[in-house]
């Protein structure tokens, strides 16, 4: 009786873990690119954004308010952390 109720719970334990811990929150990192032609160079901006929208919204008030609007492009980062191996950022996604 007693294992069986082990059971029930280690197996509950395990499929509430992978079904719902599994959610991470979301934060968005806008990469600003003033020449659009080169992506190597960017503006990261120093503030995450809960969401896409808003970090679209973001960069495009950066290029407007810089005069980029022709020349500058944007990408938003999703979930981004830096790599210390290959000195890049690596993100979830990537959204223009």
Not at 2 to 18: A, H, Q, S, V
Not at 40 to 48: E, Y
Not at 63 to 73: D, F
Not at 81 to 95: A, F, L, P, T
Request: glycine share 8%; proline share 3%; hydrophobic share 30%.
């Amino acid at each position: 009786m007693i294992r069986n109720i082990l059971l029930i719970c280690l197996t509950l334990g395990i499929f509430t873990g992978c079904f719902f811990d599994g959610e991470k929150k979301e934060e968005w990192t806008s990469y600003i690119y003033p020449d659009k032609t080169n992506t190597k160079r960017s503006m990261i901006s120093p503030t995450k954004f809960p969401t896409f929208a808003t970090c679209r919204d973001v960069s495009l008030g950066v290029l407007k308010e810089k005069g980029l609007e022709t020349k500058g492009t944007f990408k938003c980062g999703k979930n981004c952390s830096y790599h210390e191996g290959m000195k890049v950022d690596i993100c979830e996604e990537m959204r223009q």
